[in-house]
T-cell receptor, first 115, second 113 residues
Framework: AQSVAQPEDQVNVAEGNPLTVKCTYS??????LFWYVQYPNRGLQFLLK??????LVKGSYGFEAEFNKSQTSFHLKKPSALVSDSALYFC?????????????FGTGTRLKVLA | EAQVTQNPRYLITVTGKKLTVTCSQN?????MSWYRQDPGLGLRQIYYSMNVEVTDKGDVPEGYKVSRKEKRNFPLILESPSPNQTSLYFC????????????FGPGTRLTVL
């Protein structure tokens, strides 16, 4: 069975500092991994994904994530946080070998960037 | 503009009164899905559809029905809503293939009294 864990409910970081939002996953087949962001009173927006290829993927708004197969992790990172990055972040996984479009989302991590 | 629309955006209803939340996309995507978002539980997939007349259960399908008669529409039906279905609901669509990027609607906040 697939699962995703986001171990931190909230992450606080000062503006200008690097940020990391953690995600670990479990999938029996081929992991397709995603990060989405939700701003207040909005739907979710796609940030980045790992399907195959380079383990370091770059996405929107200066975010990047590294796929680590041995640690089954896909942490979201940004070198320099902005106050406007404050939002709710979701990690998600799909088993690419399953042939289905069944997605599992994590419980979300609230990022607060302090000015 | 490419988008996923949901209606209504807000709904307050009573236990047992059938309701439908509509979802429509204008991107000609094959895949569509419904999620519910609850505090501390994140997003959970209710149902998804890989094409017209093809639907399958997600993780939390109990108490919900869906239909996919046209490519652009994927309504969510609650035949007999209960208070534990009070939640924020999102519809999403995705073009199949290697893009695997979901486009989400704005959400429908449902309260069942």
């Amino acid at each position: 069975a697939q699962s995703v864990a986001q171990p931190e409910d909230q992450v606080n970081v000062a503006e200008g500092n690097p940020l990391t939002v953690k995600c670990t996953y479990s999938v029996s087949g081929n992991p397709y991994l995603f990060w989405y962001v939700q701003y207040p009173n909005r739907g979710l927006q796609f940030l980045l994904k790992y399907i195959t290829g380079d383990n370091l993927v770059k996405g929107s708004y200066g975010f990047e994530a590294e796929f680590n197969k041995s640690q089954t992790s896909f942490h979201l990172k940004k070198p320099s946080a902005l106050v406007s990055d404050s939002a709710l972040y979701f990690c998600a996984v799909r088993d690419g070998a399953s042939g289905t479009y069944k997605y599992i989302f994590g419980t979300g991590t609230r990022l607060k960037v302090l000015a | 503009e490419a988008q996923v629309t949901q209606n209504p955006r807000y709904l307050i209803t009573v236990t047992g009164k059938k309701l439908t939340v509509t979802c429509s996309q204008n991107m000609n995507h094959e895949y569509m899905s419904w999620y519910r978002q609850d505090p501390g539980l994140g997003l959970r997939q209710i149902y998804y559809s890989m094409n017209v007349e093809v639907t399958d259960k997600g993780d939390v399908p109990e108490g919900y029905k869906v239909s996919r008669k046209e490519k652009r529409n994927f309504p969510l039906i609650l035949e007999s809503p209960s208070p534990n279905q009070t939640s924020l609901y999102f519809c999403a669509s995705i073009r199949q293939g290697r893009t695997d990027t979901q486009y989400f609607g704005p959400g429908t906040r449902l309260t069942v009294l």
